[in-house]
């Protein structure tokens, strides 16, 4: 079971007060034996906070991309996963090259989780419309691997066209970081088996867990798989207490890697956390 660490670039991690626990906590989960740290995103949180929503609107988070350049410049093994960047909300191009950079700039461990995302005022004050998010996402990602791997790059959709463009430095990582798809409903599961290196359950407990497993497995009796894509890694979030029964049931149950949540709410109770998982599930 690989572990990683979540909210690498959020809370007191992503606070300006706490600017260096970023790099603080990269280097302590890195030396406790972590396989990798996660980063979270909403560019923007609505205001007052209304469900769906999940965080507050003073919450801090940095930049995924920003984030984890910097953990980059601090770690040197340690894998860099975005859980997730919210891919229709951007301009594909663009990401592309911000995360080319961090995969370059960190030797070729990046892993590029990717929502659609689901918080209707977010998508308003970005300007870009709901409805066809999922179709966008789709694209950017097929579009985002052309401008990564081909010699002469193009691309030509609903959303996205470009030719007689070159992007460089490529990633390292070759066609491109590893595509982590999140979501828990059945089109997740089809882009997951379709499209996507793995597939991210985020909060899940047990029952939760081998629902989507589940669900994952129906879409891949269904839909073909590209044999370049390889077996699909599965990566959880739990809900759920962290002790080595608790990694053992997962494993069970065909989990590849949990990203943990810390239970703490300061540098050094978050630092405490990586320090006890390190010695008690890690060692």
């Known amino acids: 079971m690989k572990i990683g660490l979540f909210q690498i670039n959020m809370g007191v991690l992503g606070d300006a007060a706490g600017a260096e626990g970023a790099g603080r906590i990269a280097v302590a989960a890195e030396q406790a034996g972590f396989e990798s740290v996660w980063t979270g995103e909403h ?10 929503s999940p965080l507050p609107p003073l919450h801090p988070m940095l930049d995924p991309a920003v984030a984890l350049a910097y953990v980059a410049a601090l770690t040197s093994e340690i894998k860099l996963g975005t859980g997730i960047i919210i891919v229709p909300q951007r301009n594909p191009l663009v990401l ?5 950079s961090v995969d370059v700039l960190s030797g070729g461990r990046l892993l590029f989780g990717v929502g659609v ?8 004050a970005l300007g870009i419309p709901m409805e066809d998010r999922a179709r966008r996402t789709e694209e950017y990602i097929e579009a985002m691997r052309a401008i990564w791997s081909m010699d002469s790059p193009a691309y030509d959709g609903e959303f996205v066209s470009f030719s007689d463009v070159q992007a460089r430095p490529r990633p390292v990582q ?8 999140g979501g828990h409903t059945a089109p ?6 379709t499209m996507s290196e793995g597939w991210y359950g985020f909060a899940l407990d047990y029952d939760g867990t081998q629902r989507c497993i589940e669900g994952l497995s129906e879409a891949g009796a269904r839909y073909d798989r590209p044999a370049e894509l ?3 890694e599965i990566t959880v979030t739990p809900r ?8 053992e049931r ?3 149950m065909g989990v590849d890697r949990l990203v943990l949540l810390p239970n703490g709410q300061t540098v050094d109770e978050i630092a405490a956390f990586v320090d006890h998982i390190g010695s008690t599930m890690l060692s």
């Open 96 to 100: 592309a090259k911000e995360l080319a």
């Open 240 to 247: 759920v207490r962290p002790t080595p029964e608790m990694v």
């Open 43 to 52: 560019v923007v949180l609505p205001d007052p906070q209304a469900p769906p």
């Open 250 to 252: 997962f494993a069970e």
């Open 174 to 181: 070759q066609p491109g970081p590893p595509v982590v798809m």
């Open 188 to 193: 997740a599961y089809r882009r997951s088996v």
């Open 230 to 232: 390889g077996r699909l």
């Open 117 to 124: 995302g689901y918080l209707g005022p977010e998508f308003e």
